[in-house]
């Protein structure tokens, strides 16, 4: 069956009935799409590995008045992709959204990066999306649709976090991965009405940086937009992404990150 040609007389970002799947959904930039996502009108699963995180985040999707359920897990467990298919299957019967979102961050110099840092930043920032998308996808392909969203970044294209710092060969190289396998499951399930694409933001102020927020902010000169990037800055383009409204952008990336790197 050809694509759908989308119906403009009806609005496009609409996502009631929907059923959307995000992960690391305790804080920051997943908490922020969840929320969102759940004001555009879709039901969510939500997971991570801080339950008192998740209870907090499950509140707030009941009083914007989706229904939800929660999975605390780790993102890159054996069993979590299959967790998480039964519960979106439990809650709505469908899935038609993923957020892989969960992500780790850490600075490690190429001459001294140590074995066990890359392959935990590679098992949550890769391996766990590759994992859940390979689950989550034949649903959609049974349903003939759906979006995944990956969450990139846009030092994916830098050679160190905070730029000529050094320290980032582990977090840099890891979402540039992520993007490239957008890319290529993109193409994988295009054929059969499913779409793969990634977000990649910029600097953004969340408990991520934590232990370093002196040195982000230091950052915010070089952003063009002017101020410091917030997790509620990305919620419009995964409405966008997650909707029929982006019904025929497949394997792109979306930098969304006030030009920070436009001038790469
Ligand atoms: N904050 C930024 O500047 C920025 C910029 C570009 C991309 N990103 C990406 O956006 C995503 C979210 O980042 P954030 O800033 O909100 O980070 P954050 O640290 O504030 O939140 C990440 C969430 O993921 C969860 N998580 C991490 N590892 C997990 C695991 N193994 N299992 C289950 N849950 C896990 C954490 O508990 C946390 O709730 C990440 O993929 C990050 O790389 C962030």
Redesign the pocket.
């Known amino acids: 069956m050809p694509l759908p040609v989308p119906d403009i007389s009806r609005n496009l970002f609409d996502l009631s009935g929907y059923c959307s799947i995000v992960?690391?959904?305790?804080?920051?930039?997943?908490?922020?799409l969840a929320e969102a996502l759940a004001y555009a009108g879709s039901d969510l699963v939500l997971?991570?590995?801080?339950a008192e995180?998740l209870e907090v985040g499950a509140s707030k999707i009941e009083a914007i008045g989706r229904k939800v359920t929660t999975v605390a897990?780790?993102?890159?467990?054996d069993d979590?992709p299959d967790r998480l298919v039964k519960a979106a299957l439990d809650l709505s019967g469908r899935i038609d959204v993923l957020i892989?979102?969960?992500?780790?961050?850490t600075f490690a110099d190429m001459l001294t990066v140590e074995d066990a840092v890359w392959d935990n930043i590679y098992?949550?920032?890769v391996r766990?999306p590759m994992r859940i998308m390979r689950a989550v996808l034949p649903e959609m392909v049974k349903a003939k649709r759906g979006s995944v969203i990956n969450?990139?970044?846009?030092?994916s294209s830098r050679a160190s976090v905070f730029n000529q710092d050094g320290g980032g060969v582990d977090?840099c190289s890891s979402?540039a991965a992520?993007q490239s396998l957008t890319r290529a499951a993109a193409q994988d399930v295009a054929a059969k009405g499913v779409r793969v694409n990634a977000i990649?933001?910029?600097?953004?102020?969340?408990?991520?940086?934590?232990d370093h927020r002196a040195k982000?902010f230091e950052y915010e000169k070089y952003i063009p937009l002017g101020r410091m990037?917030l997790?509620e800055d990305l919620a419009g383009t995964v409405i966008f992404l997650a909707s029929d409204a982006s019904g025929y952008i497949t394997g792109q990336t979306l930098h969304v990150?006030g030009g920070l790197i436009m001038n790469d």
């Open positions: 992960t690391g959904a305790g804080q920051g930039i997943g908490l922020a997971t991570e590995r801080n995180h897990c780790d993102v890159a467990a979590t892989n979102n969960a992500g780790l961050m098992a949550v920032n766990a969450i990139g970044s846009s030092w977090y979402k992520l990649a933001p910029g600097a953004v102020d969340t408990p991520m940086h934590a982000l990037q997790a990150n």
